[in-house]
């Protein structure tokens, strides 16, 4: 009969050992497993800061081409628009200088005539 109790002890105790073992083995392997997580998780967010300080460098680059471009174009617009105006004020004024000639030019005429 002892030898009875004594495998009859030995299977519930394995089968507790086994459940506190492997208890154990969950809950370290959620530690590492956590553990293991958070890095990579610091390592995605220190690649994705990494990666908007490059795009916002690249972003000021492209803004800053982009006002150089609007500026040069807007200083190109407003010189056109300056020579054009200078242009039709020449226009103006020889034609009014025509005009006045012409004008005196008939008034002659008329008190010649």
Known sequence: MD???GGSGFLPGFIIGALIGGAAAILLSKEELRNR???TARDAGNFAMD????LRGRV???TSQWQSSVSDLYERGRRVVE???SNID???SEGRDT???TRDDLQ???EEG
């Open 99 to 101: 005009a006045d000639q």
């Open 3 to 5: 030898k009875g109790n």
């Open 51 to 54: 990666a908007t300080g490059d």
């Open 60 to 62: 000021t680059d492209v």
């Open 83 to 85: 020579s054009a105006r």
């Open 90 to 92: 020449a226009a103006v």
């Open 108 to 110: 002659r005429q008329a």
């Open 37 to 39: 997580v958070a890095g």
